[in-house]
């Protein structure tokens, strides 16, 4: 009786243990999901890139003269009014060429008054000669008279008229001579000319040796030091550099080719600084510079941003990691990115095959998450709109906020822990 007993304890056990078993093994082969829904929220879609922060307005200020800095007003960090003087260049030789330029102005002057003298003298003899060719005049009618009445002999005739064509031609020569003395005032009050303008150089010159600031603002830098020589030959060499105001700065934001034609003037951008690396800092797209740049073969766009920097925490130079808001969705549908790229298989582990005519028709761009029917998965063909790079908006499909959609596949390891019965294996 006894061995009956047990016989029929061990029967029961392994059919109890055959109802619990088949149920996991048959499961066993069977791919186990990880499911996620449809959520209804916000969404945002950006363009991350990388910028450098600078100064809305940065002046260079150089020296339009070569010499020797005497002395320098203003150093880094320093807080300049437009008109200071923040430099002096060494006025000696400067001063120099001044004092040359008005001792050969005054020369220049006297040759002048010298010319002038000389025209008074020639239109004087002139005018002796207009009075001699008319005393020559009278008398050779004189003489014309006395030899046609036989009074004089004709050789006085020819005397009178030979001193007649003499004076006529005393009175050109003083003309002509008038004509190139005015020629002579004319040259000279050009020199005149020449020296106020060299003179006039000379005395710009020396004012570039005192440096004034063309703005008010900041130096964030000073490339030269006192008893440096600067050379202005070809360039102007650059002493300061001076951001205007940098309570408000501009973000130069390489976006790449691919990204910038869904940046638009007026979007917003974020952006973080290493110096602050918990704070987020907000700006304005201002400008999109067609101007590109390549580097290694890629092609970026320079876009400019505008932010307020009303602590001036922000400094020129550093570097921003920015995102650019492109759009932005408010209560909307929307469906996880990594729905989007599951792919059921089959049991060889190829993909599933799915017909590209259930496709759903509509704006946006086709898509497809997979939903569990009667143990297997079934398409949702969708149309999708915006994406953050997590989320995906729908536009339009059969789906609601809450529907049940696959996500993944469950590990193997994990599938059997929850498959095992009993709990086994946690």
Do not use: C
Not at 68 to 73: A, N
Not at 170 to 199: E, M, P, T, Y
Not at 339 to 366: C, H, M, N, W, Y
């Amino acid at each position: 009786m006894k061995r009956a007993l047990i016989a029929l304890a061990i029967l029961l056990a392994a059919a109890i243990a055959a109802w619990f078993w088949q149920p996991w093994k048959a499961a066993e082969g069977a791919p186990a999901y990880r499911l996620g829904k449809v959520e209804r929220g916000a969404l945002s879609a950006t363009v991350s890139a990388s910028g450098t922060l600078s100064a809305s307005v940065t002046v260079q200020v150089g020296s339009q003269v070569s010499g020797q800095i005497k002395e320098l007003m203003a150093d880094f960090n320093s807080m300049v009014s437009q008109g200071q003087v923040v430099a002096r260049l060494d006025p000696a030789s400067f001063e120099s060429r001044v004092a040359q330029a008005e001792a050969d102005l005054l020369a220049a002057q006297g040759n002048v008054e010298v010319a002038r003298g000389n025209q008074v003298a020639r239109q004087a003899e002139a005018k002796r000669a207009e009075v001699a060719l008319e005393d020559a005049r009278r008398n050779l009618e004189r003489k014309q008279g006395l030899v046609q009445r036989g009074f004089i002999s004709p050789a006085e005739l020819d005397t009178a008229q030979a001193a007649f064509d003499s004076a006529r031609e005393g009175l050109a020569l003083a003309r002509a001579n008038i004509a190139v003395q005015a020629a002579q005032l004319k040259g000279s009050l050009a020199q005149v000319a020449q020296k106020q303008a060299a003179l006039r150089q000379a005395q710009v010159d020396l004012s570039h040796t005192v440096i004034r600031s063309p703005v008010a603002g900041t130096v964030i830098s000073r490339n030269v030091d006192v008893g440096q020589t600067v050379a202005a030959s070809l360039q102007a060499p650059v002493l300061f550099t001076i951001a205007q105001d940098l309570s408000r700065m501009e973000v130069n934001i390489a976006v790449d080719e691919a990204d910038v034609g869904r940046v638009q003037v007026g979007q917003k951008v974020r952006f973080t600084v290493d110096a602050f690396p918990g704070e987020r800092f907000m700006g304005l797209v201002s400008q999109i510079r067609k101007a590109p740049q390549t580097s290694n073969n890629v092609v970026t766009y320079s876009v400019m941003a505008t932010v307020d920097n009303p602590e001036q925490k922000l400094l020129p130079g550093m570097t921003a990691n920015a995102s650019l808001l492109t759009e932005e969705r408010k209560d909307v549908l929307k469906v996880a990115n990594e729905a989007l790229r599951f792919r059921p298989t089959q049991s060889d582990g190829a993909p599933v095959k799915t017909d590209i005519r259930a496709r759903e028709a509509g704006p946006g761009i086709p898509g497809r998450v997979w939903q569990v029917k009667d143990g297997q998965p079934a398409p949702l063909p969708l149309r999708l709109g915006v994406s953050d790079g997590k989320a995906t908006e729908i536009l339009k499909g059969e789906v609601v906020e809450g529907t049940e959609i696959i996500l993944g596949t469950e590990e193997a390891g994990a599938a059997k822990r929850k498959r095992s019965p009993f709990g086994m294996g946690h």
